[in-house]
């Protein structure tokens, strides 16, 4: 990984923590997810005309990724629901690396060497630490973890899936204008299905900041998506998740939340936001 690929996955954490704390700030979190999903889709929809149309070989893997986005998502609230996602969602973010170092090697025949492996290990047992420091005397949920490992799963697969085909469509910005464009609706008809006569009045409100947090989201992902095509999968997934510890910065900053406290990670579960 050169300094300058370096330097945009750094980017992507702290715009990806940005914009999951975006996230936490909207109550509702159907509402949230559908603002930043729905500005994905509008933000996608602005890009297609200046870029080029991703090449065929890309389009399995860009329709694949849509779908496994969605099954995410869908854990991702999941999780919320549970309650202790806060605990759940590190571990998430901190096996979704080893599992992107796994697939890569099936699928796209990338092998690490002796000094990345270690790097990729001591990033996942240091972001799947985060989340046990959290348990401290406290009996685990283990719903919450069992979505948190499912979730970790979807990441992997999509980064993997998103990594071999921006590689094959010829254009980065193109692939993630149409993802965007593609798996950005399907929330956005959800959240509209279920409120109806009354969405406009759920929206309105957090319209504004729903639409940062899908820039920033967008801006994050790209700058992923980019650097894969620059770099071995694997080290990319390992170094995005630092976004986890920007997120506890901007809690302990911005939210006055306690870092590592027991009672502390429900609270910070805005840090778990996704992508």
């Excluded at 700030?25 to 559908?34: C, E, N, Q, S």
């Excluded at 609230?77 to 969602?89: I, P, V, W």
């Excluded at 980065?172 to 609706?185: D, K, R, S």
Aim: net charge positive; with cysteine.
């Amino acid at each position: 990984m050169t300094p300058l690929v370096t330097a945009a996955v750094l980017l992507a954490a702290v715009t990806h923590a940005g914009w999951n704390a975006i996230a936490h700030r909207i109550t509702d979190k159907l509402t949230g997810f559908a603002l930043i999903s729905g500005g994905g889709v509008l933000i996608g929809l602005a890009l297609v005309p200046f870029a080029a149309v991703p090449a065929a070989p890309a389009w399995p893997y860009l329709l694949t990724s849509a779908a496994v986005h969605i099954a995410y998502y869908a854990l991702l609230m999941r999780s919320f629901r549970l309650g202790d996602f806060g605990q759940a969602y590190p571990i998430a973010r901190g096996s979704a690396p080893l599992l992107v170092t796994v697939f890569a090697a099936v699928f796209a025949h990338e092998i690490p060497d002796r000094w990345a492996t270690a790097g990729i290990l001591l990033a996942c047992a240091g972001l799947t630490g985060v989340a046990l420091w959290g348990l401290r005397g406290r009996r685990p949920d283990w719903a919450a973890i069992g979505a948190a490992l499912a979730t970790g799963v979807t990441i992997a697969a999509y980064t993997v899936i998103d990594g071999l085909g921006v590689r094959a469509s010829g254009s980065p910005l193109g692939y993630i204008a149409w993802l965007m464009a593609v798996q950005g609706t399907v929330l956005p008809l959800c959240f509209l299905y279920r409120h109806r006569a009354g969405a406009w009045a759920l929206l309105r409100p957090h319209a504004r900041i729903g639409l940062l947090g899908a820039a920033l989201s967008v801006t994050a992902y790209a700058l992923v998506l980019w650097a894969q095509t620059r770099a071995p999968l694997a080290p990319v997934a390992a170094l995005r998740e630092s976004s986890i510890l920007v997120g506890a910065a901007i809690g302990a900053l911005f939210f006055k939340e306690r870092f590592g406290a027991p009672g502390s990670w429900r609270r910070a579960s805005w840090s778990s936001a996704s992508g």
